[in-house]
Every structure is written in structure tokens, then in C-alpha cells.
């Protein structure tokens, strides 16, 4: 055992580095803070005020909405972007940290250990609690643009965005819920190590983590793409959208007869 890995085994140093990352999100919000949120005081309340909504014609609204969006984005500065970033590390971390408080096992032989849930049913309320989560944080993204002044004064009502979030999410939920059974078809042995490899079956682990490795990458992707953003709320979400979908990797490639001992809060 490396004298890393023996740090890593102390609850003390694993803590202190979550604490450690949180203070680093709140420097980044306070530091975002003293930055003024536009180049041009003035002209941005000239933009807020600016009356294109009433103009009539289809091209014209859209030419003259492309126009607000555009000047709009050359007097922003990085007090949000800075600001939303600080937010997100401290949502990531938090997140970060319920899984490992949840599923990060230290074994004598193993070091640490990551699990996936324990029980088929624990897959399916994650999964559900990531549907509700994404969609509370897009809506906030919404209300958090309105309040900022990203949308002009015509866009009053965040309505119907809301509305048709909330149908996409309900369209969602049985499609990814029929998926979820299906995959759960193939798991064997709950709970097991995040990082299962079945040697036995070589292809048929290349093939789930390729497929379920880029899927993870994928959310990965996301999550960054969003920190930055007034979506920023969807980065906790995400970190554990990326824990199921290597979950299910490793309950896939487990072997029948083998289980990690489910940890007492299973």
C-alpha cells in the first residue's frame, strides 16, 4: 500500500479535502462578487429597457431578439460565469460527498472501495431522484437568468419554459424507467465494486465500459459545459448520474455468485 493510498484510508484527510475544495468554491463566489456584472452600467439599463418586443413581423422580432442577445453578451463580465462556477464546485463536492459517506467502503484488503447500491430498487430511486433534481435546477437556471437581467423585460413569464420542462420530464420518466428494468435484467451480484472486471468475459466487459464509459463522459461533459451557467444546479444531479451510470456498468459485469457485504445503512 502506497503512502498515498494510506492518507486516502483516514476519514480525517478524505474530509478535510471536501472541506478543503468547499473553501475554494466560496473564494471563487466572494472574489465573483467584487466584479461589476456589465462593462457599461448605463448602456445595460438601456438594453433592459429596450422596447424590440414590440416590434411586428416574425424575422423582424427574431433579427432584433439576436441584437439583444448579442450586445447583451459584450457588456456581460465573468462575475457570473465566476460566480456560478464557485457554486457549482460547492454542489459537486456535496454531492461528492453523500456518495462517499453512502457507498465508499474501506476494507483491510481492498483499500478503498467503492459500491455500487445495494439493491435493484436503490437504482431506480436514484434514477428518479436525478429526473426531479435536473429539472428543479433548470428551473431555478431559469428564474436565477430573469432575475439577472439575461432576458429582456418583455420575458416576464419563465411559464412556459417551466411548463414544458415539466411535460418533457413527465414524457421522460416512463422511457427511462422501462430502460432502467431492462438493464436491470443483466445485473448480477448487488452489491459490487464501482470498478468490476470480469475476466471471464472479456468482450462483454470491453463492450459495457466502452458504452457506459462514454455515457459517463458524456455527463462529465455536461456538468462542466454547465458550471459556469445559471443551470449550475444540475451538477449535483450529474454527479450522481455518473455514479449510476457506472453502477450499472459494474452490475452488469459482476459475477453471479459474487457481492461485496452490503455496508449496515443498506
Excluded at 472486471?197 to 455527463?219: M, Y
Excluded at 449550475?232 to 461485496?260: E, H, K, N, Q, W
Aim: charged residues 15%.
Amino acid at each position: 500500500m502506497t503512502e498515498v493510498d494510506g492518507l486516502m484510508k483516514r476519514p480525517v484527510f478524505f474530509w478535510a479535502i471536501i472541506i478543503l475544495t468547499i473553501i475554494v468554491g466560496a473564494v471563487l463566489i466572494q472574489y465573483g462578487r467584487t466584479i461589476e456584472p456589465y462593462r457599461d452600467a448605463a448602456r445595460a439599463v438601456d438594453l433592459m429597457n429596450a422596447d424590440y418586443c414590440l416590434y411586428g413581423g416574425t424575422a423582424e422580432k427574431a433579427a432584433q431578439s439576436a441584437n439583444w442577445f448579442r450586445e447583451r453578451d459584450t457588456l456581460l463580465t465573468l462575475r457570473y460565469p465566476i460566480i456560478n462556477s464557485g457554486c457549482a464546485i460547492i454542489v459537486a463536492t456535496m454531492a461528492f460527498a453523500v456518495l462517499s459517506f453512502w457507498r465508499r467502503k474501506i476494507t483491510v484488503d481492498d483499500g478503498i472501495l467503492w459500491q455500487t447500491p445495494a439493491r435493484i430498487w436503490h437504482f431506480f430511486a436514484i434514477g428518479l431522484g436525478i429526473l426531479v433534481g435536473t429539472y428543479l435546477g433548470l428551473v431555478c437556471g431559469l428564474i436565477l437568468n430573469l432575475e439577472r437581467g439575461m432576458l429582456p423585460w418583455c420575458a416576464d413569464s419563465i411559464g412556459i419554459p417551466i411548463f414544458s420542462l415539466g411535460f418533457a420530464t413527465l414524457i421522460l420518466s416512463p422511457i427511462l424507467l422501462f430502460v432502467g428494468w431492462t438493464l436491470a435484467q443483466f445485473f448480477r451480484g448487488l452489491p459490487t465494486s464501482l470498478w468490476q472486471w470480469n475476466r471471464d468475459e472479456p468482450i462483454r466487459s470491453w463492450v459495457a465500459t466502452a458504452i457506459f464509459g462514454s455515457l459517463a463522459f458524456f455527463w462529465l461533459w455536461i456538468l462542466v459545459d454547465a458550471a459556469p451557467t445559471e443551470d449550475l444546479l444540475i451538477v449535483g444531479p450529474g454527479v450522481f448520474a455518473i455514479y449510476l451510470t457506472l453502477s450499472c456498468r459494474a452490475a452488469i459485469l459482476a459475477s453471479s455468485d459474487y457481492s461485496v457485504e452490503p455496508t449496515p445503512d443498506t
